[in-house]
């Protein structure tokens, strides 16, 4: 089993950033991808980035509104993956989930990820 924590939610002026971080622990894998997710209130789980992890292939996605602000990366030696946000608008406000899965596929389907962690809150004041 898989147990995923997640960290570093928070309110934050539009203009600011933040760090997200994703604890890692449990079985884990040689090759997986891990992935962040966000959910409004009132709407659905949407994609934000994903990266693969595997000793030789790393690859990122991000979706498009939050290209050039966030970037997905990976502390292997602490079993961590981070999100770091910049440049945060309002619009970025939602609890952020991080998931993973088996595979070197970076994937944007939520349904195409098999464990979940709790979620963070993340508040953009305008």
């Known amino acids: 089993q898989v147990q995923l924590v997640e960290s570093g939610g928070g309110l934050v002026q539009a203009g600011g950033s933040l760090r997200l971080s994703c604890a890692v622990s449990?079985?884990?894998?040689?090759?997986?991808?891990m992935g962040w997710f966000r959910q409004a209130p009132g709407k659905e789980r949407e994609f934000v980035a994903a990266?693969?992890?595997?000793?030789?292939?790393?690859?990122?996605k991000y979706v498009d509104s939050v290209k050039g602000r966030f970037t997905i990366s990976r502390d292997g030696a602490k079993d961590t993956v981070f999100l770091q946000m910049n440049s945060l608008k309002p619009e970025d406000t939602a609890v952020y989930y991080c998931?993973?899965?088996?595979?070197?596929?970076?994937?944007?389907?939520?349904?195409?990820?098999?464990?979940w962690g709790q979620g963070t809150q993340v508040t953009v004041s305008s």
């Open positions: 998931a993973a899965a088996l595979g070197v596929t970076t994937r944007v389907d939520s349904t195409q990820y098999e464990y």
């Open positions: 449990g079985r884990t894998f040689n090759t997986y991808v």
């Open positions: 990266i693969s992890i595997s000793w030789n292939y790393r690859n990122t």
